[in-house]
């Protein structure tokens, strides 16, 4: 897919539902996965939860040991490109808060293909976390995002939303 790309998680970006629930909402431009059928992946009005600007963004429960992540549409050349995406996580008091690593995959659907580049601390509120695949030299063409368990914790909820992946600037300077 061309350079750049959005994912707002809005109404027009079309969702599909599973197993015929109706609240099940999957965005249409992303592949989802995740070993923990207990917790579907979902999107959530931002009227009800926290409050940030649109109407919607995706959230993804999972149970301790268990896995869950999201994919990205094909891109041509993953060293030119670069990712930011707003980043939070809920979680009872005086409980870690969840994180998520930012890797590049060969195959969508095998975990095992995932390569880590860099990884991101949910907080409270939202934060804005950016990332790049400069130093990244495999064969992997798809921007991953892995939910990762917080230590003590039976479950864990992250929240994200506006993701962008565009080329990276390369700026020139005067030698």
């Given amino acids: 897919m061309k350079l750049p790309m959005h994912f707002g998680f809005e109404d027009e970006e079309g969702y599909y539902t599973m197993q015929g629930v109706a609240s099940y909402f999957y ?14 992946r979902n999107t ?3 009227t009800t939860l926290l409050k940030k600007e649109g109407d919607k963004f995706l959230y993804l429960n999972m149970d301790a040991g268990k896995n869950a992540w999201i994919v990205f549409p094909k891109v041509d050349d993953i060293t030119k ?3 930011n995406f707003f980043l939070c996580s809920q979680t009872a008091t005086n409980k870690p808060r969840c994180n ?24 409270e509120k939202w934060q804005r976390c950016y990332g790049n695949f400069t130093d990244y030299q495999g064969e992997g063409k798809y921007i991953a995002l892995r939910w ?5 914790q039976a479950y864990s909820t992250n929240y994200i939303d506006d993701v962008t992946i565009r080329s990276e600037e390369r700026r020139v300077g005067k030698e």
Avoid: H, R
């Avoid at 965005?27 to 579907?40: G, H, L």
């Fill in 100 to 123: 998520i690593e930012l890797g590049v995959m060969t195959e969508p659907a095998n975990l095992n293909t995932f390569v880590k580049v860099s990884d991101y601390n949910a907080a």
């Fill in 148 to 152: 990762m368990e917080p230590k003590g």
């Fill in 44 to 46: 959530a009005s931002t």
């Fill in 27 to 40: 965005p249409n431009n992303i592949m989802m996965f995740s070993s923990d059928v207990d917790w579907p």
């Fill in 81 to 83: 490109a670069q990712i």
